[in-house]
């Protein structure tokens, strides 16, 4: 069954190998996905990876589509809506 999860990106390392690790905050929990030039090594392919670092420390929310297999299959971006009553209540 092919799912989905929402949320943002907050931390990045890009190494030197061309191997990227990313932080991403969903539901109250951080996953972490590594992407890898060897395809072998990642969880995430380069192509979706590259385009999410861009949306480090922005109001752009992601959300990532896997498939049957778990695999992510493709990314959706959007601007965050939070509501200002809950930006408020800090």
């Known amino acids: 069954m092919t799912h989905s999860i929402f949320g943002q990106v907050v931390g990045v390392r890009k190494f030197v190998t061309g191997e990227i690790d990313i ?3 969903h539901e109250d929990e951080i996953t972490e996905f590594h992407s890898s030039p060897d395809s ?3 969880n995430l392919p380069l192509a979706l990876a590259e385009t999410l ?3 480090l ?3 752009i929310c992601v ?3 896997f498939d049957d297999t778990g695999s992510p299959t ?3 971006l959007e601007e965050c809506d939070y509501d ?3 930006m408020n209540d800090d």
């Open 40 to 42: 072998n090594k990642s």
């Open 84 to 86: 200002d009553e809950e």
């Open 57 to 59: 420390a922005s109001d």
């Open 23 to 25: 932080d991403f905050y």
């Open 74 to 76: 493709h990314i959706e």
């Open 53 to 55: 670092i861009t949306t």
């Open 63 to 65: 959300e990532i589509h």
